[in-house]
């Protein structure tokens, strides 16, 4: 950055709660932190040498860029308030699931950072590990955002609304669906006196994999040979042992044996 | 060992692939290896400097260990030949599904020793890292097994033919479940040209997470939250783009929130 660059963070959630330091600590100055809940922005802002505040109408006007990180229904209703603070910022939203055109109307530069990652305030982020989706409506904002992006992490893409959709629908089935089959695995042999941890190389392996080979390459199994004996010992077992999860079992394989290579 | 521990691998698949020449590193003295076809046979008897044959009659009757790792079918019509070979010998099959009771009758000392990984014929499979479950007839042959298994990795654990069954169906949920919640993202993604690349980052910090939190504690996401608005437009959007995926898309939504902790 050729000039300071300032930032009121707006949010004190999970994704605000690990970006904010970050940021702070890449020299950018985070002048203010909003939280509905003085004490979520108090504790964010003591990260960040920041000052906290839970009214609107003490947003500070001083800030280059307003970074606005809250769950998606908050966001809406914030809008007006944020963008009427100081019409020469730059105003941009973290949701993946959230069209860059939400801002349209109430601010004249405006765009999107999307940090593609599972936050869990438990856990350290590594952003250097974190891949970074940017848009914004005017290019030099779009550089500006990348230049930014950058300074965290290698991993930065352009990518628009629509695209941002697909993303965060994929983000749902690689993080979200994934770890819920790791879930279900625990289930299944917590009840048989099994460690989970035993699992977790077969998790990394499978996660390694994919590194190198594209996943349908890389499928195993009894879906994936067509095993119809263990398929079908499996649907027993399942039927008796936890029913909840047959549907699951049969789906699940016949959609990977949709997407088996043609012989 | 006390003594020279010698062994002959029927089967030339992937797990005996790599198998057979990673405990011919550790210095066991692969003897033989038998395959249905004489080609496979060879090219993995080169590795492991053993005699290659792909006639049951010809089977060497001088080993100690018989260590059987074919399919699942072709296992219970080659088990009678394989056992009259030397009654004093130990016989050991690999496959998860399989329970080690499949030998009674047929031998004296019998066991199973599942290696818990994806194999794939492309990939070196680091040993260290596998998750090896043994379990035999005798204690004494347990022992021993578990010392041929704890040179090849430090994660050996007992397990009986019934958790066995579940170990294998976990890793049907934790390994080829999740890796075609990898290539559906790869799917998504693709239409939209955006690099399966950029998934890597979330893809291994979800695995790395649940080496520290529970499954159930690290879930994050629409469903874990309970988000309706993003949950239904996600629906709404693979209504029209991938209708194959609505259905699985609901069913693991709605299965993450019955295992969401009572409030």
């Keep these: 950055m050729n000039t300071p660059f300032t930032i009121v963070m707006i949010g004190a959630g999970r994704v605000a709660t690990h970006l904010a330091p970050a940021l702070s600590a890449c020299g950018y100055r985070i002048l203010q932190v909003y939280s509905r809940t003085l004490e979520a922005a108090r504790t964010l802002a003591e990260k960040t040498g920041s000052q906290a505040t839970n009214r609107l109408e003490e947003l ?24 009427s603070i100081n019409p020469q910022a730059l105003f941009v939203h973290t949701a993946g699931s959230v069209p860059m055109s939400i801002w349209e109307g109430l601010a004249d530069r405006y765009g999107v950072l999307y940090p593609m990652q599972t936050f ?22 779009t550089r500006l955002l990348k230049e930014l992006a950058s300074t965290l992490s290698p991993k930065v893409y352009e990518a628009t609304s629509e695209q941002r959709k697909y993303l965060h629908i994929g983000a749902v089935f690689a993080c979200n669906f994934t770890n819920h089959m ?10 048989h006196n099994l460690p989970f941890t035993a699992m977790l190389p077969l998790i990394d392996e499978t996660a390694r994999k994919v590194h190198e080979l594209s ?41 990977i044996q949709s997407y088996l290579p043609e012989k």
Tied chains: 1, 2.
């Design 60 to 83: 500070s006007p001083e800030a280059d860029l307003y970074l606005v990180s809250v769950s998606d229904t908050a966001l809406t209703t914030l809008l007006p308030a944020v963008t």
């Design 120 to 141: 869990s305030k438990e856990r350290e982020v590594d952003f250097h590990q974190v891949s970074f989706f940017i848009e914004a409506r005017k290019a030099s904002d």
């Design 182 to 191: 790791y879930a279900v695995c625990e289930e299944l042999l917590g009840r």
């Design 215 to 255: 996943p349908r390459l890389a499928q195993t199994g009894p879906a994936s040979r067509q095993d119809q004996n263990i398929l079908e010992s499996h649907r027993q077992l399942l039927e008796t042992e936890a029913p909840d999860l047959t549907e699951i079992y049969r789906l699940l394989s016949e959609h």
